[in-house]
């Protein structure tokens, strides 16, 4: 493969290109600072212009209602993160959400909240280490182990249930998905602590140097001795893990576990890690990206109800953003390399 190549003569041509306006050394700062900021910045104009075609966009409300949204796909984004981030990929999410909010609902209503929802995040998380053993074990490709997976847990949803919504009425469960703490909603803090603990893991941790050693180089990870079907297999189990918290909220928000629940979500939460700077290549990204993607997300089909746009458009306008994204993805990585 060939030798990463500077950027340092892209960097002069706008450095003096905006020399004259800005000065030098300003120049340079704001050159260097535009791939960390790009994102937020286009999600700060994104959600101006919408402010100013709707006089309702910035209204409490709706910014609550707009994170609160946000909050599943973030949740189930921060996992993907971790499988992307090693080159995989975990189509599984939304099935495996389904899975785990049917048998909480199930199991609550005969044995309790607490044990409900215990059981229900260790079916999750055994569904994604099932993913990852498929990966590593039997070297199945990422893609179609976790499709494979997809059909799977549908299908045992779809059996489980009896193809029938399962309704949850304890408030000690509800409360994930309804509750408010100071007129704050639970998902909404949930999303912000699961973000914590996984920007923590991934940028403070051994776990999270390696995880992006893997996916930048797995050939040489391995050699220097780390121990890559273990992160890998690890990488899935959180995975399925955070798909069974957005389980937890979605279900608690309807009070119900349908079996219909997030169908389709994966475009969602792929879009939202992939528009967030997550590259599908591996070992370059972070959660701080996803939960910027989750919100522009969000924010997209937000405005488009309020614009009254037709709701069909809403698939289509996610469809490019992701194109777009990873468009962009692959310009930058064939600028590195001759």
């Not at 002069?12 to 800005?22: A, I």
């Not at 309702?56 to 209602?65: P, R």
């Not at 609902?105 to 607490?114: D, E, I, K, M």
């Not at 182990?145 to 919504?165: D, E, F, K, N, S």
Request: net charge positive; glycine share 12%; proline share 4%.
């Amino acid at each position: 493969m060939a030798a990463p190549r500077s950027d340092t003569g892209a960097e002069e041509k706008v450095v003096r290109g905006l020399r004259g306006v800005l000065g030098a050394e300003l120049a340079r700062q704001v050159w260097r600072a535009a791939p960390q900021y790009g994102l937020l910045i286009g999600f700060v104009v994104l959600c101006a212009i919408l402010s100013a075609a709707s006089p309702y966009f910035l209204t409490t409300q709706n910014l609550l209602n707009v994170a609160l949204q946000a909050a599943v796909v973030a949740i189930m984004g921060f996992g993907l993160t971790f499988v992307i981030l090693t080159r995989g990929i975990d189509l599984s999410v939304g099935s495996v959400l389904a899975l785990s909010g049917a048998v909480m609902a199930t199991v609550t209503a005969g044995r309790g909240p607490l044990i409900g929802i215990l059981i229900g995040l260790l079916a999750a998380t055994l569904l994604g280490t099932v993913n990852g053993l498929f990966v590593t074990a039997a070297k199945v490709a990422p893609f179609i182990a976790t499709l494979a997976m997809l059909a799977i847990a549908r299908g045992l949803t779809y059996v489980y249930t009896q193809g029938a919504p399962v309704g949850v009425h304890a408030t000690a469960f509800t409360f994930w998905g309804q509750g408010t703490i100071a007129t704050v909603p639970v998902p909404v803090m949930v999303m912000l602590v699961i973000f914590i603990l996984s920007l923590s893991i991934l940028t403070q941790t051994r776990f999270g140097r390696y995880v992006y050693a893997i996916g930048s180089n797995p050939e040489v990870s391995r050699l220097s001795g780390i121990p890559i079907n273990r992160y890998v297999v690890a990488v899935y189990a959180i995975s399925g893990l955070l798909a069974g918290v957005g389980g937890l909220i979605l279900t608690g928000r309807l009070a119900s576990a349908d079996p219909n629940s997030a169908t389709g979500s994966e475009l969602d939460v792929i879009a939202a890690v992939v528009i967030g700077g997550t590259s599908l290549f591996g070992g370059r990204g972070g959660v701080f990206g996803t939960l910027v993607g989750a919100l522009i997300i969000s924010v997209v089909a937000n405005g488009l109800v309020l614009l009254n746009v037709n709701p069909f458009w809403t698939q289509a306008v996610k469809g490019a953003i992701i194109l777009m994204a990873v468009l962009a993805d692959s310009i930058k990585r064939k600028s590195w390399y001759e």
